[in-house]
């Protein structure tokens, strides 16, 4: 692509986000990455909060606007980064997450066993590179931190990076949940590079906090709100019931690309040997697992319709949370109530009752650390500065334990 290629989106979160190069204009049009408009960016949390209906798309090109303004800081500063380098970085950012499916974590869980998104993304990648006559090779590099200045894959990931930094500001917008809302912009401002290494300078502390502490509230208060747990969990439910009677020959409602990973069991060897199994995984998107569940909503199956219907519904599992494991009698009273109520027993009950626990780290000390560069020249980790709020609270992690089961009134009815 040789002319000259300028585009300007609108975006609701920053305002005007630039797209200035032939080449990144190129992998933003491929159908692999356009792909990512029919992704939901939050699964189901719009069940919940009924403006999180942005996508990855969204997000991602709302983390190469962040990437463009970190660099663009970072060479200010005297940091040398080349166009070459600033190029492949912005691309390593758009990609992060080219490899997330429909409900990314469900369909893991349900479907796609054993093979992650990180890997379909790295696969993903490396067939983009091909198809782009290795234009994508320094990208690679950065992104999986084989590249000499390491700056560069912290942008991208890391316990500061421009994803983390994107996600809570957007879904803090979509959702109105204003505790997720962080000062990305005096962040970026903060930004350093020692010794090869990317830093907040002294100033940036209290902004650092604020990120580690708002990363914590959006976690509990919308990622693992309990509402959105039952959903993501009987999605699990769905996905995994539908691949079972699909592996026993019975005839499902799907699209091709569905009916592919639900008839056949899909490994990491697939992927790697067959290219069309990644051709197909492209072709799968929230509206492909939408659409199925609407139809077997009256499936013969009972409990693949029960679960269907009361997904589409929006009639959730109840769910109860604890700090502690919760005793196996009080999930055996659940499993009668529901063998008297749907006639169903047996192994069956595990699709209705059933207990898990979710857990959250805001920030991890033993994991790529947040480093804090002093005027003085030294350098301290976030959590080991003095009077530092991280260290006595958000480094250490929290567990939630919790039920689900359909919620059985009185009178009987979900």
Known sequence: MTESKRKI???????????????????????????????????????????????????????????????????????????????????????????????????????????????ISQWLMEALNKEMNGQLSLTLDIFNGRYHKKFLHQLVSSQLDVDRMDYLNRDSFFTGVSEGVIGYDRIIKMLTVHKGELMVEEKGIYSIEKFIIARRLMYWQVYLHKTVLSAENMLVKILTRAKRLAQAGEQLFCSPALEYFLYNSITKDNFEQDPECLKRFCMLDDYDILGAIKVWSTHKDPILSLLCGWLTNRQLFKVVLSHEPFDESALDLLRKQVTAKWNISGPDLDYFVFSDAATLRAYNINDENINILFKDGTVKDISSIDNALISHTLATPVKKFYICHPKIQANGVI
């Open 9 to 119: 989106v609108n975006d609701p979160v920053y305002g005007f986000i630039t797209i200035d190069h032939p080449l990144i204009f190129s992998l933003i049009s491929h159908p692999y990455y356009q792909r990512l408009r029919r992704i939901h960016q939050m699964a189901l949390a719009h069940l919940v909060y009924p403006g999180a209906v942005h996508t990855r798309f969204h997000h991602s090109l709302g983390a190469y606007h962040l990437m463009s303004g970190a660099l663009q800081e970072l060479k200010s500063k005297g940091i040398e980064i080349t166009p070459e380098e600033e190029v492949a970085s912005k691309m390593a950012i758009l990609l992060h997450d080219i490899g997330h499916g429909p409900y990314s974590h469900a369909l893991e869980n349900g479907i796609i066993e054993g093979v992650s998104h990180e890997a």
